[in-house]
C-alpha cells in the first residue's frame, strides 16, 4: 500500500513538471494545426466568437444554453485542445459553481438548488469553451492576422507571435534555471508534514527567485534581437501600407468556412425552436 | 567594382573616450570572400556594423569619413535600404531569428520591406542555403547547425550583394560548420556574393577564404592573399590568431632549421604533404596506458528514455543504453549534435528520470540518494554559463551551494576557489556582464564547490575565441588532480586528444565506440559515420606515415626528422 501511494505521487509530481508544462503548452500553440478549426478563416472565427462569447450572458433560457454549449463543446473536441487547458477549464468551472451547489446542499438547500445553478454554469462553460476554440484552435499567426484585419495594431500582433516564439526557449531556460536551484540548493526535510509544509515554501520561493535570471538572460539577448529587428525591417513595415495588404492577402473565406457558420447556425435555431415548443 | 570602400573612417562609441575605430581606409573588390581576425575587442564587429549602416543610424556615437557599400555612401542611405544590400548573420545568430516558423523566418525580412514575391524569395533563400522540404517546422524544432542556416537564409532571402558573419561556426560541431562554409563558398562562386567572415578557425580560412584582413587596435593592419597572410606566423599570435596547426608545426620545423626559410610555409594538409615529404617518422616508445581499474563511479545500465514530443510518438533518445565509468577516469563523450550527450549527463546527476534502467553513482542507485548527498557526489557545469548565475554576484554564486548546505569555513573556500580561477577581482560582478572566458571560468568554480567525487561538464569550450578555448583548456588541465573523475561532453577534438584518457563516441543514442584516443582515430569508419574529426596536425602525421598518431605540434615535431 505504502509503495502505491508513493508511486501515485510520484506519478501526479512527474505530471506537474516544468517538462511537461513545455509539452502542453507547446501542444496548445502549435501542436493541433492540422486540425478542421485551425483551417478556418481566423475573421470567421473572430465572429463566431463575438456571438458564442457575448450572447449567452444575456440569455437564461436553458434549451438555448444547453444548445451552445453542445456546440462548443463540438468545436472544443474538433479543436483537439490540449489536456491541461481542458483541465483548467473543468477546475474553473467548478470553482465557478459547483462549489456553490456543494455549500447549497451543506446548509439545508435541496435538488432545487441545481435549476438556477446549471444556468451560471452553462453560460460559463459556454463562453470558456468558446475561448478555448478560438485561441487554443487557432495558430498564434492566424490569430494575429485575424486580428489584424479587424484593425488591431501591428504591433499586438507581433507580440503574440513573437511571445509563441520565444515561449519554448524561455520555458527552457528556466527549466534549466530551476535545475541550476536544485543541483545546488539544499531543501529542507520533508519527511514530517511541517517539514512538507516548509519544503512547499521552499519551492514556491526557489520559482519566484528564478525568474531573476531568468529577466537578466533575457534582456542581454534582447540586444541582438533589437538590432536584428532594425535590419529586417521591422520598423519600415510598421508604416508601411501595402505590407499589410500583403500579409492580409493570405487570408480566404473557403467553404468550411460556410459550412461551419451554416452548422452553427441550424444549431442555435434549432435550440431556439425547442425552448418556444417547450 | 568595389564592394566596399571605406576612406578615413573613425568611429567612437557615445561614451567611450577613445575610438574603437581608427582612420581606416579600405577597399573590398567584388565577389570577395575575405575573413576578418584579430584580437578581441580590435573592433572587427564594429566595423561590420559600419558597413550595413547600424552605425551612425541605429547606434549613435560620432563618426568620420565615408563609408560606400556597392557605391552607397551609409551616410545618406537609411538602414532599410542598407540591409537590402548587406546582409548580417550575427554570433549569438538564434537571437535574430523572429518567427516561429522556417519559412515564415526566411521570408519575413522581405514581407517587411513589401515585396510581394517574398515567399518565393524565401523559398528561394531556402533552397541556396540548404534547408529546402523544412518550410513548415517550427524553429525551436531545426538543430544548431540548421539554425544558423535559417538565420543566413533570413539575410540572403533580400538578395544582398554582401553577406557578413560573425563567428559563424563557433558553436557547430564539424559537420556542419563544414556546411555552413560550403553553403558561403557557394553563394560566393554561383550567387556572386560578396562575404566576410569574422572567423578565429584558420583551418577553415585556409581552406575557404581568398583574403585575410588583421586588425589591431581599432585598425587595418592588413590585408593579404590567404597563402601570403598565414605565413605570417609570429604577427598572427601576437594578436592571439593561431595558423593552421601544419602551418604552425612547419613553422617549428622553419626555426629548427630542417625547413628552408625560403620556402612558404603550408596552409592545408595537401600542401603539407608536399613540404613535408622529405621527413621521416620516428618511431617511439609510447607508454602503455594505465590498465583500467578501481571501483565503478557511475554505472548506467539498461537504460532507456523517450521525451514526450509536441506531436505523435514520443521521441526515443535512449534504449537500453550500458555504461560503465571507473574511479579516476576522465572520459571525453563525444557525437554529432543531438546524439544524446546532454541527456545522458542529465540522467547522472538526476534532473532525469530514466523510463527503464537503473544510473548508480559509486554502486548505488540514483534514486534511493538523496539530493543533499548526490550534490556533492557528482556537480554538472552547464554549456550556457548564463544559467548557473542565480546570484547578483560571483562570490554569492560560488558560495550558495556550501552556504545553504553550511560547510564549515565555506567563505575561507569561497575565496580560495576565487583566488584560484582568477576571479577575486570580478567578485562583486555579476556572471552575465562578464566576457566569456571570465563566465567560463566562473561556471567551473561553481561546479566544483562541493568537492564532487565526479565532475560533468557540457561543451566547456563551446563559443569562445581560440586564446580564451586555450586558456580555459590550460584551467581544465590544471583541475585534473583536483577532481578524481571528470566527464566533457563536446565537440572540441583538441580538447579530446590533449585532455581524454578514454573517449567514448555516442550516436542516436548508442555507444559506438568507447576506447583511448589511438583506438578511436585511427578508425576511419567512425569518421565517415559520426562526423568527428580529429585535429589537423594528427591528420597531417598519418598523411605523411599511417604508423604516426601526433596529437600536437610538439609530438608531430618530435616525430618527424630529416631523412
Not at chain 1, 500553440?29 to 470567421?44: F, K, Q, S
Not at chain 2, 531569428?97 to 533563400?125: M, Q, W
Not at chain 2, 556550501?402 to 584560484?420: F, G, H, I
Request: net charge neutral; proline share 5%; hydrophobic share 45%.
Amino acid at each position: 500500500m505504502e509503495k502505491l501511494t508513493a508511486k501515485l505521487s510520484e506519478s501526479i509530481l512527474d505530471k506537474l513538471s516544468m517538462d511537461f508544462l513545455r509539452n502542453q503548452v507547446l501542444k496548445n500553440a502549435y501542436g493541433n494545426d492540422d486540425t478542421v478549426i485551425a483551417g478556418l478563416d481566423p475573421r470567421i472565427l473572430l465572429a463566431w466568437y463575438l456571438f458564442f462569447g457575448l450572447v449567452p450572458w444575456f440569455v437564461s433560457d436553458i434549451p438555448f444554453l444547453l444548445g451552445c454549449f453542445l456546440l462548443v463543446m463540438a468545436t472544443t473536441l474538433l479543436a483537439r485542445v490540449a489536456g491541461l487547458v481542458l483541465f483548467l477549464f473543468a477546475l474553473g468551472v467548478f470553482s465557478q459553481t459547483g462549489y456553490l451547489f456543494v455549500v447549497t446542499l451543506l446548509f439545508g438547500g435541496d435538488a432545487s438548488a441545481v435549476a438556477p445553478l446549471l444556468i451560471l454554469t452553462l453560460k460559463v462553460a459556454t463562453i470558456s469553451l468558446a475561448s478555448v476554440t478560438v485561441f487554443s484552435g487557432l495558430d498564434p499567426d492566424k490569430l494575429s492576422n485575424g486580428l489584424m484585419w479587424y484593425g488591431c495594431p501591428e504591433r499586438l500582433s507581433f507580440s503574440i507571435s513573437y511571445a509563441y516564439r520565444m515561449l519554448p526557449m524561455l520555458m527552457e531556460e528556466f527549466q534549466n534555471v530551476l535545475l541550476s536551484y536544485r543541483l545546488r540548493g539544499n531543501p529542507p526535510a520533508h519527511e514530517t508534514f511541517g517539514g512538507k509544509v516548509r519544503y512547499l515554501i521552499y519551492q514556491v520561493k526557489i520559482i519566484m527567485q528564478s525568474f531573476y535570471p531568468l529577466m537578466l538572460n533575457t534582456a542581454k539577448r534582447s540586444r541582438t534581437t533589437v538590432e536584428a529587428l532594425e535590419l529586417r525591417g521591422y520598423r519600415y513595415a510598421a508604416v508601411n501600407k501595402s505590407v499589410k495588404k500583403i500579409k492580409l492577402a493570405a487570408l480566404k473565406v473557403t467553404y468550411n468556412d460556410g459550412l461551419f457558420l451554416a452548422i452553427s447556425f441550424l444549431v442555435v435555431a434549432v435550440a431556439v425552436l425547442i425552448s418556444t415548443l417547450l | 567594382m568595389n564592394a566596399v570602400e571605406i576612406g578615413g573612417l573613425t568611429y567612437t562609441y557615445p561614451g567611450v573616450p577613445q575610438p574603437t575605430l581608427r582612420d581606416i581606409s579600405l577597399q573590398i573588390p567584388k565577389g570577395d570572400f575575405l575573413a576578418v581576425v584579430g584580437n578581441n575587442g580590435c573592433g572587427k564587429s564594429t566595423l561590420c556594423k559600419a558597413l550595413n549602416g547600424l552605425i551612425p543610424h541605429f547606434i549613435t556615437g560620432t563618426m568620420e569619413g565615408s563609408v560606400r557599400v556597392c557605391g552607397l555612401n551609409t551616410l545618406e542611405y537609411d538602414v532599410g535600404v542598407l540591409a537590402q544590400k548587406v546582409g548580417y548573420v550575427y554570433q549569438d545568430f538564434e537571437n535574430q531569428i523572429v518567427r516561429p516558423t522556417v519559412l515564415d523566418d526566411a521570408s519575413y525580412s522581405c514581407l517587411n520591406y513589401a515585396f510581394p514575391d517574398y515567399l518565393e524569395r524565401g523559398r528561394a533563400a531556402l533552397k541556396q542555403c540548404g534547408l529546402e522540404g523544412r518550410e513548415e517546422e517550427y524553429v525551436w524544432q531545426l538543430s544548431g547547425g540548421q539554425t544558423h542556416l535559417l538565420a543566413l537564409a533570413g539575410a540572403v532571402s533580400l538578395r544582398p550583394d554582401i553577406l557578413i558573419l560573425d563567428e559563424p561556426i563557433a558553436q557547430l560541431d564539424p559537420m556542419h560548420a563544414d556546411r555552413i562554409y560550403a553553403v558561403l563558398r557557394d553563394l560566393n562562386e554561383n550567387h556572386g556574393k560578396t562575404i566576410l567572415v569574422i572567423e578565429h578557425h584558420t583551418e577553415y580560412i585556409a581552406d575557404f577564404c581568398k583574403h585575410v584582413m588583421l586588425m589591431k587596435d581599432g585598425q587595418v593592419r592588413w590585408i593579404l592573399p590567404t597563402e601570403n597572410a598565414l605565413q605570417r606566423v609570429e604577427e598572427l599570435e601576437e594578436c592571439n590568431i593561431f595558423p593552421p596547426q601544419v602551418t604552425q608545426a612547419a613553422y617549428g620545423l622553419r626555426k629548427g632549421g630542417i625547413l628552408p626559410a625560403n620556402v612558404p610555409l603550408p596552409t592545408t594538409v595537401a600542401d603539407g604533404e608536399k613540404a613535408f615529404a622529405g621527413l621521416r617518422y620516428i618511431p617511439r616508445e609510447k607508454p602503455a596506458p594505465a590498465a583500467p581499474g578501481g571501483e565503478s563511479a557511475v554505472s548506467v545500465q539498461n537504460v532507456s528514455l523517450s521525451y514526450r514530443s509536441v506531436k505523435g510518438e514520443p521521441h526515443t533518445v535512449f534504449d537500453g543504453l550500458d555504461l560503465d565509468i571507473r574511479k579516476g577516469e576522465k572520459v571525453a563523450l563525444i557525437g554529432s549534435n543531438g546524439a544524446g550527450k546532454s541527456t545522458l549527463m542529465k540522467l547522472m546527476v538526476g534532473l532525469l528520470k530514466p523510463n527503464a534502467g537503473t544510473v548508480s553513482l559509486f554502486g548505488e542507485a540514483i534514486g534511493d540518494k538523496k539530493a543533499e548527498d548526490l550534490s556533492r557526489q557528482i556537480s554538472l557545469v552547464y554549456q550556457n554559463p548564463e544559467e548557473m548565475f542565480i546570484k547578483d554576484s560571483i562570490r554569492a554564486d560560488i558560495a550558495y551551494a556550501m552556504e545553504v548546505r553550511k560547510v564549515p569555513e565555506w567563505e575561507k573556500r569561497t575565496a580560495e576557489l576565487l583566488e584560484r580561477f582568477r576571479l577575486t577581482e570580478l567578485a562583486d560582478r555579476d556572471g552575465r556582464l562578464m566576457s566569456g572566458g571570465q563566465m567560463r571560468r566562473a561556471s567551473l568554480a561553481i561546479g566544483i564547490a562541493l568537492n564532487p567525487g565526479i565532475l560533468l561538464l557540457d561543451e566547456p569550450t563551446a563559443n569562445l575565441d581560440i586564446a580564451t578555448r586555450r586558456e580555459i583548456m590550460a584551467v581544465l588541465s590544471d583541475m585534473k588532480d583536483i577532481i578524481q573523475t571528470a566527464i566533457i561532453a563536446t565537440h572540441d577534438m583538441q580538447l579530446v586528444c590533449q585532455w581524454a584518457e578514454r573517449i567514448i563516441v555516442l550516436r542516436g543514442g548508442r555507444v559506438v565506440a568507447d576506447g583511448p584516443r589511438d583506438e578511436i582515430f585511427a578508425r576511419a569508419d567512425l569518421v565517415e559515420q559520426v562526423g568527428i574529426r580529429p585535429p589537423e596536425i594528427f591528420t597531417m602525421g598519418q598523411a605523411l606515415d599511417r604508423r604516426a598518431l601526433c596529437y600536437t605540434i610538439d609530438e608531430f615535431l618530435s616525430s618527424f626528422q630529416e631523412a
